[in-house]
């Protein structure tokens, strides 16, 4: 039997019923037929509410894009920072409504609105002396300063007009006055429609504009700086500090001198529209927004962060009105995916047979529990194989070191893929260990709660992204996108200790970058020799001119540009970040600069110190932005990915770009198709033994353009499973024979 799949509506107080109202009315209204299971599936169908949410999100997304792309205040600052009008109108609308979206996420986690200071403004006489008993003198003025006594009421006030003129930090020392008592709620307890109720604020009690006055000081100042007790003072409330770039200005956009307004209608137009209303606040409040990424056997009907991934990778082809958008991989192909490249990776780098790892990679959980029932019961006969068990741990460290690579991450399914069957893995390990521990099979006996604490899931989600997960993608919105994902992952799991605030994101732009993956040159030449990354001296004896040269040796580089990539990683000071970033560039730049002087050519090297300080650069170099990996692995455990089906017709500029390369000149071949160089790409980056896995068009092995890239697979590679799907389509908008392998 296939197991059963659960599919739920979440319904209640403060949970949008519109989708479930829709879907189910029709069915409980006719009283006459009996509903078939055909017509409940079609009631409880995830992929329709894909569909229904990316129209009106699209139709969102293009309206606020022509908006700005017409918008005088918004054309002279997008010149100002060097940048085409229609490409930066179309990554600022996606990257809006993607921090629009996250807002909706974390409301949801009741993150924002968490009250400090009373929420009715007022205190009574005894609650006032209690605060006042404990505080230093120059907080207790700033309260009394705040709070008035009513001597009719009997109660003190909060004078409005005094809290306004308070500065900020006058503002914290308020704020201090109530850490640690009563009013200071906890994280979770924050208003489940707080983007909502501002947007109603704005309209009904100011003249303000909801974007220029209330978004832009929320994104740019609320999220992105630390604060002490995390108190905001223009929205009188906690607000977490999230770090991780997702809330900085795009491009270095000067927010606070730009005054550009997006008018309020685009977010909500109720006023005018009533019941009808569809500006983005208007749509996204029709729908339940749920934090856990749903697996293929789980899924609720709501928009969670994968639905969200969805809807973004459709967006990215998507120019104008007539665009259909992207196709998207099928979560039950990732899941798949995922599992047989973890499959086969264990396997190779642990010896355990792989029937026994496959059946722990895809029934772990089935074994831990069932294995709890058997000590539940004293005895220890277990269900998982003995040659996994006594090899737990190894394979924890093999899940530890596993490194994987997406050279088209789009919307980032597989790295979120990935990452959810490491975390399964490990937390099946996690029982185990346990089970190990009591038995005394360690040195020394570390006790459960230990154990769990020291293995939570948001500690083995933050290491996975930091040591193992890497993507590349061209677009700009795809990699924003799959960074909110992971971000979006990591939120989900914060289970926050009393007195405990909501732990910065992580900066990703060490990991996901945007860049060309298949070109690594400029103008023909090869900026980077990646055999500056095995060790040079090797205890041989120099001369004195060799031994100045070493005073640069790359790997003193390399260790330096570790470390600081390491740091950038969970750096939350802005302004460190900014200094640990510009440093990493200077070390790279200089990896690059040994690498063109020991070639001898001072020609390249002027070339290269023209765009050298360039923000972006038509090159990606995997070698160097991922040296880590290649100088402690040689490439990577995995690649894996959904790469881009382009045929040569009609798209003979793109393909020129790369045939020109060196790289290109060993692939290229006419009549080829686009992802035959994504497939020669993740070979040369790979490890040796390591793992390749695409869903791509399954005619390669029969076509002309497919020559080379067969030749390269059979030279370089063993197909190990090959799965073709023949004629039924796996994309809903491709028509498109695909396959596995």
């Given at each position: 039997?296939?197991?059963?799949?659960?599919?739920?509506?979440?319904?209640?107080?403060?949970?949008?019923?519109?989708?479930?109202?829709?879907?189910?009315?029709?069915?409980?209204?006719?009283?006459?037929?009996?509903?078939?299971?055909?017509?409940?599936?079609?009631?409880?169908?995830?992929?329709?509410?894909?569909?229904?949410?990316?129209?009106?999100?699209?139709?969102?997304?293009?309206?606020?894009?022509?908006?700005?792309?017409?918008?005088?205040?918004?054309?002279?600052?997008?010149?100002?920072?060097?940048?085409?009008?229609?490409?930066?109108?179309?990554?600022?609308?996606?990257?809006?409504?993607?921090?629009?979206?996250?807002?909706?996420?974390?409301?949801?986690?009741?993150?924002?609105?968490?009250?400090?200071?009373?929420?009715?403004?007022?205190?009574?006489?005894?609650?006032?002396?209690?605060?006042?008993?404990?505080?230093?003198?120059?907080?207790?003025?700033?309260?009394?300063?705040?709070?008035?006594?009513?001597?009719?009421?009997?109660?003190?006030?909060?004078?409005?007009?005094?809290?306004?003129?308070?500065?900020?930090?006058?503002?914290?020392?308020?704020?201090?006055?109530?850490?640690?008592?009563?009013?200071?709620?906890?994280?979770?307890?924050?208003?489940?429609?707080?983007?909502?109720?501002?947007?109603?604020?704005?309209?009904?009690?100011?003249?303000?504009?909801?974007?220029?006055?209330?978004?832009?000081?929320?994104?740019?100042?609320?999220?992105?700086?630390?604060?002490?007790?995390?108190?905001?003072?223009?929205?009188?409330?906690?607000?977490?500090?999230?770090?991780?770039?997702?809330?900085?200005?795009?491009?270095?956009?000067?927010?606070?001198?730009?005054?550009?307004?997006?008018?309020?209608?685009?977010?909500?137009?109720?006023?005018?529209?009533?019941?009808?209303?569809?500006?983005?606040?208007?749509?996204?409040?029709?729908?339940?927004?749920?934090?856990?990424?749903?697996?293929?056997?789980?899924?609720?009907?709501?928009?969670?962060?994968?639905?969200?991934?969805?809807?973004?990778?459709?967006?990215?082809?998507?120019?104008?009105?007539?665009?259909?958008?992207?196709?998207?991989?099928?979560?039950?192909?990732?899941?798949?995916?995922?599992?047989?490249?973890?499959?086969?990776?264990?396997?190779?780098?642990?010896?355990?047979?792989?029937?026994?790892?496959?059946?722990?990679?895809?029934?772990?959980?089935?074994?831990?529990?069932?294995?709890?029932?058997?000590?539940?019961?004293?005895?220890?006969?277990?269900?998982?194989?003995?040659?996994?068990?006594?090899?737990?741990?190894?394979?924890?460290?093999?899940?530890?070191?596993?490194?994987?690579?997406?050279?088209?991450?789009?919307?980032?399914?597989?790295?979120?893929?990935?990452?959810?069957?490491?975390?399964?893995?490990?937390?099946?390990?996690?029982?185990?260990?346990?089970?190990?521990?009591?038995?005394?099979?360690?040195?020394?006996?570390?006790?459960?709660?230990?154990?769990?604490?020291?293995?939570?899931?948001?500690?083995?989600?933050?290491?996975?992204?930091?040591?193992?997960?890497?993507?590349?993608?061209?677009?700009?919105?795809?990699?924003?996108?799959?960074?909110?994902?992971?971000?979006?992952?990591?939120?989900?799991?914060?289970?926050?200790?009393?007195?405990?605030?909501?732990?910065?994101?992580?900066?990703?732009?060490?990991?996901?970058?945007?860049?060309?993956?298949l070109v690594d040159e400029y103008q023909g030449i090869k900026l980077f020799d990646k055999t500056v990354l095995k060790k040079q001296n090797d205890?041989?004896?120099?001369?004195?001119?060799?031994?100045?040269?070493?005073?640069?040796?790359?790997?003193?580089?390399?260790?330096?540009?570790?470390?600081?990539?390491?740091?950038?990683?969970?750096?939350?000071?802005?302004?460190?970040?900014?200094?640990?970033?510009?440093?990493?560039?200077?070390?790279?730049?200089?990896?690059?600069?040994?690498?063109?002087?020991?070639?001898?050519?001072?020609?390249?090297?002027?070339?290269?110190?023209?765009?050298?300080?360039?923000?972006?650069?038509?090159?990606?170099?995997?070698?160097?932005?991922?040296?880590?990996?290649?100088?402690?692995?040689?490439?990577?455990?995995?690649?894996?990915?959904?790469?881009?089906?382009?045929?040569?017709?009609?798209?003979?500029?793109?393909?020129?770009?790369?045939?020109?390369?060196?790289?290109?000149?060993?692939?290229?071949?006419?009549?080829?198709?686009?992802?035959?160089?994504?497939?020669?790409?993740?070979?040369?980056?790979?490890?040796?033994?390591?793992?390749?896995?695409?869903?791509?068009?399954?005619?390669?092995?029969?076509?002309?353009?497919?020559?080379?890239?067969?030749?390269?697979?059979?030279?370089?590679?063993?197909?190990?499973?090959?799965?073709?799907?023949?004629?039924?389509?796996?994309?809903?908008?491709?028509?498109?024979?695909?396959?596995?392998?």
């Amino acid at each position: 039997l296939t197991p059963a799949k659960r599919y739920s509506y979440l319904v209640g107080k403060n949970e949008p019923t519109h989708t479930a109202r829709k879907r189910l009315l029709a069915i409980l209204k006719d009283d006459e037929k009996k509903p078939s299971i055909q017509d409940i599936e079609r009631a409880f169908s995830v992929e329709k509410v894909t569909d229904d949410f990316f129209e009106q999100y699209k139709e969102k997304y293009l309206q606020l894009k022509e908006y700005l792309r017409d918008n005088d205040d918004f054309i002279e600052e997008t010149k100002k920072l060097g940048l085409d009008i229609e490409k930066f109108s179309e990554q600022f609308s996606k990257k809006l409504m993607g921090q629009i979206s996250f807002l909706y996420f974390l409301q949801k986690k009741g993150w924002l609105g968490v009250t400090i200071l009373p929420e009715n403004r007022m205190l009574r006489v005894e609650e006032y002396e209690d605060i006042t008993g404990k505080l230093p003198s120059n907080q207790k003025k700033i309260l009394d300063r705040i709070f008035c006594f009513d001597r009719v009421k009997n109660i003190y006030i909060m004078n409005m007009d005094e809290f306004k003129s308070l500065s900020d930090s006058e503002a914290i020392d308020l704020s201090n006055c109530f850490k640690g008592t009563k009013f200071d709620m906890p994280w979770g307890t924050g208003k489940k429609k707080f983007i909502r109720e501002l947007f109603d604020f704005c309209e009904k009690e100011t003249n303000l504009n909801f974007f220029n006055d209330y978004l832009e000081p929320f994104f740019y100042e609320a999220l992105n700086t630390k604060r002490k007790n995390n108190y905001y003072k223009r929205f009188n409330c906690k607000i977490p500090f999230l770090n991780g770039g997702l809330f900085e200005p795009l491009e270095g956009y000067h927010w606070r001198d730009v005054n550009f307004e997006i008018p309020n209608e685009i977010f909500s137009n109720c006023k005018k529209k009533g019941d009808h209303a569809d500006g983005i606040l208007d749509t996204f409040d029709t729908y339940n927004f749920t934090i856990n990424e749903a697996e293929p056997l789980e899924k609720e009907v709501a928009v969670d962060p994968e639905m969200l991934g969805k809807v973004f990778e459709n967006l990215l082809d998507v120019k104008s009105r007539k665009s259909k958008g992207a196709f998207y991989t099928p979560r039950e192909i990732v899941h798949f995916m995922c599992q047989e490249a973890l499959i086969n990776y264990i396997s190779n780098e642990v010896d355990v047979p792989y029937e026994d790892i496959k059946q722990f990679i895809l029934y772990g959980e089935l074994m831990r529990d069932q294995d709890n029932t058997k000590i539940a019961e004293g005895t220890k006969d277990y269900i998982i194989p003995k040659s996994i068990y006594d090899n737990i741990l190894a394979i924890d460290r093999a899940l530890d070191n596993v490194r994987i690579a997406d050279p088209a991450v789009g919307s980032g399914a597989f790295p979120l893929g990935m990452l959810t069957e490491i975390v399964n893995a490990k937390n099946n390990i996690t029982e185990y260990v346990i089970k190990r521990d009591r038995e005394g099979d360690f040195d020394k006996s570390y006790g459960e709660e230990f154990i769990r604490n020291w293995r939570s899931n948001y500690k083995t989600k933050r290491n996975t992204i930091r040591d193992c997960i890497y993507a590349v993608d061209i677009e700009a919105s795809a990699i924003d996108i799959t960074k909110l994902r992971l971000w979006l992952s990591l939120v989900v799991d914060q289970e926050l200790k009393d007195g405990e605030d909501p732990h910065p994101l992580p900066n990703l732009d060490m990991n996901i970058h945007v860049g060309n993956s298949l070109v690594d040159e400029y103008q023909g030449i090869k900026l980077f020799d990646k055999t500056v990354l095995k060790k040079q001296n090797d205890g041989k004896k120099f001369d004195e001119h060799e031994q100045l040269r070493l005073l640069f040796d790359s790997d003193q580089i390399l260790e330096e540009l570790f470390q600081r990539q390491s740091q950038y990683f969970g750096e939350p000071d802005e302004t460190r970040r900014k200094d640990l970033k510009e440093s990493i560039d200077v070390l790279q730049d200089q990896l690059i600069l040994q690498s063109l002087g020991d070639a001898g050519n001072i020609e390249d090297i002027e070339k290269y110190k023209k765009i050298q300080h360039e923000k972006s650069k038509p090159f990606f170099i995997w070698e160097l932005e991922f040296a880590k990996v290649f100088k402690e692995k040689d490439g990577f455990d995995i690649v894996i990915g959904n790469p881009p089906y382009v045929g040569e017709s009609g798209n003979k500029n793109l393909f020129r770009e790369i045939a020109k390369t060196m790289f290109g000149k060993k692939y290229y071949r006419g009549k080829m198709d686009f992802w035959y160089f994504f497939t020669s790409k993740g070979i040369e980056v790979l490890k040796e033994r390591g793992t390749l896995s695409y869903i791509a068009p399954n005619n390669w092995m029969t076509t002309f353009g497919g020559k080379n890239m067969r030749k390269h697979m059979m030279r370089d590679t063993t197909i190990k499973k090959f799965i073709s799907f023949g004629n039924n389509k796996v994309f809903e908008n491709a028509d498109q024979q695909t396959m596995i392998f």
